[in-house]
């Protein structure tokens, strides 16, 4: 998590002061919940709410560096702040009921951060879509010229996948919002599972099924893998960005402000630098995806092994990739989309897309589908050097044999391609 | 995948000639929605059908080796076997409509191939954490003895673990049964909507939503980083039996059948290979998240990068993962519990692990907590000389001030902090 | 390890008979070693040398389902074959000592089977360097075009990084010739560091120098990460091909052979299908990077986790690596490289990119970099609305009042900003 | 790069101020180059090193704020600060002439910072292994009582990983002190190659053999893989102290400091947290590996999508491999050997690793190898019910038909099978 990366409630959630807030908010929901279990006296937690306490994280810091164990810090920084009453705190349970319960908190609420970032994102490629739902543009498998789409539908698509990341986050902010107050090893020996299921419910989580001294890091795992998956849809869409902007094909472009300035040797350049940054931060994002994998096999009831990792990839992968959520949000909202391009590279090739259209026609007047792709191959590869694609189509004589002129022209359509657009935006934006 | 850990029937979904078999199979399905679609001749499937073609893999490979083109091959031999009705097969349609929509069937058959293993692991762990429900064990965490807890527990908690796995492979299962059959780039040039609808359904498959010449890769990204999370699980499980076989652990071990050798060197060995190979295998199918993830962003409505990545790693992932679900349910169900070495463990520190009750006690009694663990700390470090922990706690004279040696040695009390393990249990297994 | 991308001395390597006829080799070697240290009777190994054994991969099998351990069903088929003198075979050794020393061989031989084709590609790619050595192309950054270079110098520079790659090579061959005679647990209970040595050096390998059971597995990593490297040049070389060959671009293509077809639906394609593959090949043999990393650190003095992973990523990272290099050979052998599409891209911008020598001779007029800066890119960005650049140059004020329309004009000398062309790649392939 | 796990010196080596100190550094190098050239008036450089300019980070960021480019930025704030004789810097550079020759210093500069700690931990080591060589462990394989060994020879072991780990650092640094003065796409447009090797040869650095835009990032590749294969060296240390201080082992442990507490839930507890620790700043550092191995295919001359990665992984991976090296040294210098314990595991098995002895010296009395085994792993099984191995050996019709009772007991010598350790550590450590 670097500055030039981190939206600034990421910056917030991650730091230091907000990780000893949650701590002290889990302590005392488990306190409340014993008092209702009449395990810990009435009015504890509220008397220790009342001090409105301002942990100090360079204190809690100096006690770590002798006692080496950070929730022990903690608790004895609460201790000196609020005095013999804290010692009802942390009653039976073991910092991993502290540590993964806030955990669960934070990761939830990043989860609960990214949502509106990616709305605006999908709120960003629907209206883009729609504007553009007609603007005929080729559509290229393998680089090449395939067969005609329109910018809309391009669009669409990576709607349609961003919808499905948003879904990802879902389920995984549902997973993950998971805490566990139940002791040592996971077996309430000095707790009970009614204190830690209504702790737990009014810090808006669910108990562990079954608890080891942790909650199970295959939910960690499912969470940044799911995360991954976002950042790579984010990356796909970077990536044609990258190929709609490049110099020869120039059909869009990502906004260029007054006073930018592309090149320190270049004068003349624009570059797009989102969408490449993009494509690299997503490299990041997938990064936490393996040593999040690597986690879950802790020995036996817990290691700490995993928490050195979590505490760098938790920021890392949530900042980064809500960052990226609204840097690409911004990429598509300024997106400058040039028709005039569109509409030349489309003619690029005089038509060349229509090719399917008369093989199809040749198969349906009763020519073998292999013999009638080598009749339309030999006039597209005849296009290389110069000739018209239908003009050699009408005065091909295997060809001529079975179509009329008017009937080779014909599947010329652009019109007839598109015919699905409206339909398929449809199924997207719904 | 290579035969030692390939199941069988996992050989059979990933070889040539499935593969081939699945192709016809969306060939046909496609076919027959046309025909009811009246672009296609009504019968012309059926005519096909009849003729039960046995598909030549070889003869396939030869042709693609002049076409340089899997799908244009098999069509290719399809119409030697067939003969003029073939050229109504994959009208309008892409080899990736084809190949996406085969893809999706055949992950989807592994993922239902991998459902009766993982039952059969979820019923091994169900039925050995109930067999063992009530075997103390000592719990550990940082592979130190920590508090007591049960060997049925500890296997409870795996079979949490891998339940929520199954959840996975079925979300999985249901993101990838997506085909596609919408021709060059998905506009449906020359098809239609209904006729995609009408295909997949027959073949038990949904249509993209917005599809590019294939099918979004964000799903099968997502579908290998949830076998990667599912191996993960096992990994933890064959970690776990792993420490439990240790020589000087011995709580529990593989089964070691007669005739079996451990070592070339040494008649004396007994190892836990199974658990180790598990471990190793997990790293493969973790492997594969990380392409898949890179997969994703491919070039515009598509590029062929996924192809051979996709060629090595469904084979590869799915057949590992279920040859480790199957090789984890035999090593569940055969594993040997040594009930007199896990009590032999449990009993080695003298109930240093009742250390936390006498702790919340004497903070009952209204010391604080930090001053309590300095206490207990003192009499728990003396034990490392030889020392009773109990009667050192007795003896000391700050503890017995607070608390008679009574209600010292009532916390000692297994019964106690394992009270609540039936409820863990019905929690996981109910 | 597919048929599909293992080259046909791979498929040798890594099969079963050659892999059971390098254990043998090291078993005799190391029975030869052990006859000169008298420590077995002499002629022991050159009496089952002179049978010529013909070992049964099938019926070492069908023994290792009974005895589950591969060596130990290896030596029993041996003994079946040879009888009485077979007991001296592995003397004092482990199965490590015969598996890591093999598959040391194995990988070493892999390297040296690659040499010739990294050394075919390097050849490719110096000689097309060379041949199109003085073709101007626009080098883009970002996608834009930025400054000339020319066709040969982009070659030059990926012949520099394959050449990087022969050395990593060279190193991970070095590092990975080491096996290891030295027993159980690698103390030489029953052996001597002299028998190891003599007979290693027959096998072209060098001794661990320490030693668990097996040879540190941090050398496998960097050989695997080595790799890894190799391949991401090789990728880098194949998207630089599929930009190249885009349909706007078209500057150079994948040769396309008589009979081959682009696209099942769409005759006109020519697709970069070589670079995708090898793009999509690249992830593959990074992939393995991580499993053998993690491969490292095995418990005490060895288990077996790391069986399984090499078992799959030895053949697979080695022969898809062989594959890539002979495949992007023939890439860059047949690469058709159009000269008037390098001019036509060139020549779009109307010279903007020499728009760097403009600020310099400002700068040099002792104008403010910014400013000159400044001055510059407004005429750069009126180009885009049909301006020609050097007109406006001449004709803006600022410029004119410190440069004469002649020093404008100079600025615009091709040759002058590819004058080094020449020494550069006599730096890169001299 | 979080302060937990950031040495200090590395804190500063990738702050602001650092990178733009070695930016100016790179600037003056390269315009005294210039200089000296006569392409730029001689005494520019001395002029502005007079300044002893303090740069601005935070001037510097808001200028990006505006003309969105990090570089230009700074120049700018420069020309703030030096006035008319900055426009002599950066002439007819790039950008990533200075990032990249700049980066160059930086990780070269991270592996300098780095040697000494591989060096004290290498001594710690060595130290270590020579105070416990004759210290008999029992050697374990899978966890398995296995064959001895010595404490010192397991210490030597990890010695020679990390001496061959030292190795890679240099070269890594070899390679990656690469630096680039040659303009927007490394042709020298407006330099020339001397100008380039003078200023680098300052910076101490060389030049890249072909450059684009950038230098190849292959070259950070093989940095960070590198790093990788070391950190996995320390996470197999790791690994092995975490096995040694288990409950049950206790054969080494932890330093553990007054103060110190191990648990807030249990006092009696004593963890072995550096190791679990080492062992997942392992993950972060091999995370690494992937996205430098993704950054290598930029596209054409450079795309900027490394940049983010670098700016993230660069710092992170450095300085947590530094600050690990730091740790584990302390570890192994601080680890408490409890010889009695590792004397008590040597015998808990009566002796039965002395079976492959026995075996041995069966098969030299003329029993196959197979028929050998069986017979002792018989007498070793019974172990398990509490037999005595030697004992039962002795007492074994087939045994004592070939071995007199003396002929058994003298295969259990643990001087002998340990009389080569001399001669290891000597290899190791000589």
């Given at each position: 998590?670097?500055p030039?990366y981190?939206?600034?409630?990421?910056?917030?959630?991650?730091?230091?002061?907000?990780?000893?807030?949650?701590?002290?908010e889990?302590?005392?929901?488990?306190?409340?919940?014993m008092?209702?279990?009449?395990?810990v006296?009435?009015?504890?937690?509220?008397?220790?709410?009342?001090?409105?306490?301002?942990?100090?994280?360079?204190?809690i810091?100096?006690?770590?560096?002798?006692?080496?164990?950070?929730?022990?810090?903690?608790?004895?920084?609460?201790?000196?702040?609020?005095?013999?009453?804290?010692?009802?705190?942390?009653r039976?349970?073991?910092?991993?009921?502290?540590?993964?319960?806030?955990?669960?908190?934070?990761?939830?609420?990043?989860?609960?951060?990214?949502?509106?970032?990616?709305?605006r994102?999908?709120?960003?490629?629907?209206?883009r879509?729609?504007q553009?739902?007609?603007?005929?543009?080729?559509?290229?498998?393998?680089?090449?010229?395939?067969?005609?789409?329109?910018?809309?539908?391009?669009?669409?698509?990576?709607?349609?996948?961003?919808?499905?990341?948003?879904?990802?986050?879902?389920?995984?902010?549902?997973?993950?919002?998971?805490g566990?107050?139940?002791?040592?090893?996971g077996?309430?020996?000095?707790?009970t599972?009614e204190?830690?299921?209504?702790?737990?419910?009014?810090?808006?989580?669910?108990?562990?099924?079954?608890?080891?001294q942790?909650?199970?890091?295959?939910?960690?795992?499912?969470?940044?893998?799911?995360?991954?998956?976002?950042?790579?849809?984010?990356?796909?869409?970077?990536?044609?960005?990258?190929?709609?902007?490049?110099t020869?094909?120039a059909?869009?472009?990502?906004?260029?402000?007054t006073?930018?300035?592309?090149?320190?040797?270049?004068?003349?350049?624009?570059?797009?630098?989102?969408?490449?940054?993009?494509?690299?931060?997503?490299?990041?994002?997938?990064?936490?995806?393996?040593?999040?994998?690597e986690?879950?096999?802790?020995?036996?009831?817990?290691?700490?092994s995993?928490?050195?990792v979590?505490?760098?990839?938790?920021?890392?992968a949530?900042?980064?990739?809500?960052f990226?959520?609204?840097?690409?949000?911004?990429?598509?909202?300024g997106?400058?989309?040039y028709?005039?391009?569109?509409?030349?590279?489309?003619?690029?090739?005089?038509?060349?897309?229509?090719?399917?259209?008369?093989?199809?026609?040749?198969?349906?007047?009763?020519?073998?589908?292999?013999?009638?792709?080598?009749?339309?191959?030999r006039?597209?590869?005849?296009?290389?050097?110069?000739?018209?694609?239908?003009?050699?189509?009408?005065?091909d004589?295997?060809?001529?044999?079975?179509?009329?002129?008017?009937?080779?022209r014909?599947?010329?359509?652009l019109g007839?391609?598109?015919?699905?657009?409206?339909?398929?935006?449809?199924r997207?934006?719904?």
């Amino acid at each position: 998590m670097i500055p030039r990366y981190t939206p600034k409630d990421f910056a917030e959630l991650w730091s230091s002061k907000r990780r000893f807030e949650v701590w002290l908010e889990v302590e005392l929901a488990a306190c409340e919940a014993m008092e209702r279990a009449s395990v810990v006296p009435v009015g504890t937690a509220a008397s220790i709410r009342e001090k409105n306490l301002v942990l100090d994280s360079d204190r809690i810091d100096a006690i770590e560096r002798v006692v080496k164990h950070d929730v022990i810090a903690f608790l004895t920084h609460v201790e000196e702040l609020v005095g013999p009453a804290a010692r009802w705190l942390h009653r039976g349970m073991t910092s991993s009921d502290v540590l993964d319960s806030a955990l669960a908190i934070l990761l939830r609420d990043a989860v609960d951060a990214m949502l509106p970032r990616i709305d605006r994102l999908l709120a960003a490629l629907a209206a883009r879509a729609k504007q553009h739902a007609h603007v005929p543009m080729i559509g290229r498998s393998h680089g090449i010229h395939a067969e005609p789409v329109t910018f809309g539908l391009a669009l669409a698509g990576h709607h349609a996948e961003i919808a499905r990341g948003r879904v990802r986050l879902l389920t995984a902010r549902d997973e993950i919002a998971v805490g566990k107050i139940a002791g040592a090893v996971g077996s309430y020996a000095h707790l009970t599972p009614e204190i830690e299921a209504d702790a737990l419910d009014k810090l808006g989580l669910r108990p562990e099924t079954v608890a080891t001294q942790v909650v199970s890091r295959d939910r960690h795992a499912a969470y940044f893998t799911a995360l991954a998956v976002v950042a790579a849809g984010i990356e796909r869409l970077a990536t044609n960005v990258r190929h709609w902007q490049r110099t020869e094909v120039a059909e869009a472009e990502e906004a260029f402000t007054t006073g930018q300035k592309g090149s320190s040797a270049m004068p003349h350049k624009r570059n797009p630098i989102l969408s490449e940054n993009l494509c690299g931060l997503a490299r990041i994002v997938r990064a936490a995806a393996i040593p999040a994998l690597e986690d879950v096999a802790l020995w036996h009831e817990r290691d700490i092994s995993h928490s050195s990792v979590e505490r760098m990839i938790a920021p890392d992968a949530t900042a980064t990739l809500a960052f990226m959520l609204e840097r690409s949000a911004g990429l598509v909202e300024g997106l400058v989309v040039y028709d005039e391009n569109l509409r030349r590279n489309l003619e690029i090739t005089g038509g060349l897309f229509f090719s399917e259209g008369v093989l199809l026609e040749l198969v349906g007047k009763g020519v073998a589908r292999q013999e009638a792709y080598v009749w339309v191959q030999r006039n597209a590869m005849r296009t290389r050097k110069g000739a018209s694609f239908v003009d050699g189509l009408v005065a091909d004589p295997d060809i001529s044999a079975k179509m009329t002129e008017q009937e080779v022209r014909r599947c010329f359509d652009l019109g007839h391609v598109l015919r699905h657009v409206d339909a398929i935006l449809a199924r997207a934006l719904g």
